[in-house]
């Protein structure tokens, strides 16, 4: 491993199964965010959760002792419309298969909510999915409609079990239509690049903490960051060890990593 973790200036932190898990704060995770913000290190939580908005999860951590401003919050949604804004001029139509938090989102770029006729159309997690819905944004890119999709993660895990995720969605369009989604989250590269724009971040000094390996950690390697793996979500110790380039630095939890962290702060 090269470095060590004083030389961190920059933090990307991923939220689910790193500082919560389902509805629960996971141990430490409340001391942690205290400890990045009282050591003074640029840091922006990033989700493929589109969701819900950066407000609704500065109330849902907040809920669970963590005080994060909605500034410090990127959602795959907040990342997917600030990209499209950079393609398109405001007032463009937009189909759009996902949850009112995505719509607001794009709504806040100036997009305009559209059917078949959309010049682009972007999905994300939708737990209200309908046929039509489908159906609508099939019809509009195979009229040639941008399809864009805010994350790949197929599945989305809960307490106790795995339902279908966003990119499981993408899936069916790509069945319908023969044509591939341009995916914003990670492990793409466009969130993370926005990411580092707006902390305004060099990311030879910049890491990802995260509990995926194949969304944190190969998003992180592909964007040139150093990356830290904790063990409380998805991936195990296993995977990580066989994982093509496996993670910078390995921890059971958040603890163990605050711990080690603050040993080379002091030494
Ligand atoms: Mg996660």
Redesign the pocket.
């Known amino acids: 491993m090269e470095g060590t973790l004083a030389q961190i200036r920059n933090l990307l932190v991923?939220?689910?199964?790193?500082l919560y898990r389902g509805h629960s704060a996971l141990g430490g995770a409340a001391a942690f965010i205290a400890f990045i913000q009282e050591r003074g290190i640029n840091y922006l939580l990033v989700?493929?959760n589109s969701t819900l908005t950066p407000e609704q999860f500065h109330e849902r951590l907040a809920g669970m002792g963590m005080q994060v401003p909605p500034a410090r919050i990127m959602t795959s949604g907040v990342a997917t419309a600030a990209y499209l804004a950079t393609q398109a001029p405001p007032g463009t139509r937009v189909n759009v298969v996902g949850e009112a938090a995505l719509i607001h989102e794009l709504e806040k770029q100036g997009f305009v909510m559209g059917g078949r006729e959309s010049r682009y159309v972007v999905v994300g997690w939708d737990k209200t999915l309908t046929f039509d819905k489908l159906a609508t944004a099939t019809l509009a890119i195979r009229a040639g409609a941008t399809f864009i999709g805010t994350n790949p993660d197929k599945t989305y895990p809960l307490e106790s079990d795995i339902i279908p995720g966003a990119g499981s969605i993408l899936a069916a369009l790509v069945a319908a239509t023969d044509v591939e989604p341009l995916v914003v989250g990670k492990p793409e590269p466009l969130a993370l690049q926005l990411a580092l724009r707006q902390l305004g971040a060099r990311p030879e000094e910049t890491a990802i903490l995260?509990?995926?390996l194949e969304?944190?950690v190969l998003g992180g390697q592909r964007a040139g960051l150093k990356t830290i793996m904790v063990l409380t979500?998805?991936s195990t110790a296993e995977e990580a060890a066989a994982f093509a380039r496996p993670p910078d630095w390995l921890f059971a939890d958040l603890p163990a990593l605050q711990a080690a962290w603050e040993q080379t702060l002091a030494g």
């Open positions: 991923d939220m689910d199964g790193v989700t493929n995260g509990d995926r969304t944190d979500g998805i």
